[in-house]
């Protein structure tokens, strides 16, 4: 009993120093041999039952049933010898377990390799479908991305047959924006919703844009041309040249369709006249104007400014505009005693009892001619009406010049010329054009300088707002 309790301690202790595969067959194994030893444990308790009235130290009754009396150490021999020829079966056991275990532990080593090596196959299947996946999914996204821009080109050009197109001057002062409006670049992509609203101002005075309205003309479609950086010419055409600021430029009253003037592009290219007015009346387009050593001016370049030069130009635009109506609106307009092309001289105080539309411009003013043909029209709409009198202070002389300029350019407005002295003195505009709208007591009501499409409906309002009083 003693030896079968060792051996199982045995295979338990070893059992714990096996790997995965070793312990999974010592657990059998032990388990076999615990019945074994179970079955040893049995043969001896039936053996020492059988014997315990031999082993008892009470008086025998062996001469009652006639048998000669048996003495108790050949009984404990017996039982010995049982037990011992009970070790040696277990023993002999134990060793062809033991042989079957190294067997079955060969045949798992072999198994198992296998297994790893079947597993291995089985990654490089597995990796290689990943791979494949990966490879497939990646293509399918650039596919569809390129899909995508293929759709968005469709949509464009869907929707630019279903619209008309027009340019923002076409629009005059009427302008409405369709609440379904998209915006494109020119390569297909979909502008979202906050991207359009930070560049709408400047795509529509970009003259590369592409405007469409709807049968209501509401601006439905902008296609916008790429965003600009902030351009750095190599100006070679200004070599040798003197550069003058903008203001300088203006007031030289340069005219654009001079063929003695030449204008460049940022890159060193000649622009047509026409192309060169368009863009500079875009107000995107800053002037470089230069000089020759007899201070005649020679040429200018068209640089077109980026969103974020064009915002800091609009705020300042907007202060020098604040300047201009602190300085006059609300205040008595200054006096004055001028004489229209017509010979009629109007004063001050003639012009009381009328509510006066003023224009303050000049021939070279590109935004002056560009929005004639809308101020005709509010010219028009009242002209039976003795109540509104409407001034156009010219800074050009009177002569030939400005007459061949009114044949070519109708203006309807009374037109004073020579009027530069008097306006520069008095009023000073930021800018040309400038709009200036007098109550019936010669009062400034409104004042704006600078072209703007809204700038004949806002006309309009005040001439309206003022002949109701």
């Not at 490879?135 to 047959?161: D, H, P, V, W, Y």
């Not at 494109?184 to 609203?197: A, C, D, S």
């Not at 411009?361 to 010219?379: D, G, Q, R, S, Y």
Request: charged share 25%.
């Amino acid at each position: 009993m003693l030896s079968g309790t060792f051996v199982l301690k045995i295979s338990l202790y070893d059992s714990n120093n096996f790997n995965r595969e070793d312990k999974m067959l010592g657990a059998i194994f032990s388990y076999e041999s615990e019945i074994s030893l179970k079955v040893f444990l049995c043969l001896t308790s039936i053996s020492l039952m059988i014997n315990k009235d031999h082993l008892s130290p009470t008086t025998s009754n062996a001469d009652e049933i006639g048998q000669p009396e048996r003495n108790s150490f050949f009984i404990f021999l017996e039982i010995i010898t049982i037990n011992s020829i009970v070790i040696i079966i277990f023993t002999i056991e134990f060793k062809a377990k033991i042989q079957k275990f190294k067997n079955l532990k060969i045949k798992l080593k072999r198994k198992m390799q296998k297994n790893r090596a079947y597993k291995f196959e089985n990654l490089k299947k597995i990796i290689s479908l990943f791979l494949i996946c990966c490879l497939t999914i990646t293509t399918s996204t650039a596919f569809g991305q390129n899909n995508n821009s293929l759709s968005n080109l469709e949509q464009l050009n869907r929707l630019k047959k279903s619209l008309k197109k027009v340019s923002i001057s076409d629009l005059g002062s009427s302008i409405s924006v369709s609440e379904a409006i998209k915006a494109y670049t020119f390569g297909g992509e979909l502008q979202n919703k906050e991207e359009l609203q930070s560049t709408i101002s400047y795509a529509l005075m970009d003259t590369e844009s592409e405007i469409y309205v709807d049968n209501n003309n509401a601006i439905s479609l902008i296609i916008i041309p790429k965003k600009e950086k902030e351009v750095v010419v190599n100006k070679i055409h200004a070599e040798g040249l003197k550069r003058i600021s903008e203001e300088d430029f203006f007031n030289r009253r340069i005219r654009f369709e001079d063929e003695n003037y030449t204008f460049y592009g940022s890159d060193n290219d000649k622009l047509m006249p026409e192309d060169a007015l368009m863009k500079f009346k875009s107000g995107i387009y800053k002037v470089h104007a230069y000089v020759d050593a007899n201070d005649q001016f020679k040429l200018a370049y068209l640089l077109k400014m980026t969103q974020e030069q064009m915002n800091q130009d609009m705020e300042e635009a907007m202060k020098m505009q604040n300047d201009f109506e602190a300085k006059l609106k609300g205040k008595p307009f200054p006096d004055f005693t001028l004489t229209d092309l017509s010979d009629i001289t109007h004063t001050s105080e003639s012009i009381k009892g009328k509510v006066v539309v003023i224009n303050l411009w000049f021939t070279a003013c590109a935004p002056c001619i560009h929005e004639m043909p809308e101020l005709n029209k509010i010219v028009e709409e009242y002209k039976e009406n003795d109540d509104v009198l409407f001034l156009a202070f010219a800074l050009d002389p009177k002569g030939s010049r400005l007459d061949k300029f009114l044949k070519k350019h109708k203006f309807d407005y009374n037109i004073i010329p020579d009027s530069q002295e008097y306006v520069t003195k008095n009023i000073n505009p930021p800018g040309y054009p400038t709009h200036i709208v007098l109550d019936k007591n010669s009062n400034v009501v409104f004042l704006f300088s600078g072209y703007t499409p809204q700038a004949g409906e806002a006309i309009k309002s005040y001439v309206n707002s003022e002949l109701k009083k």
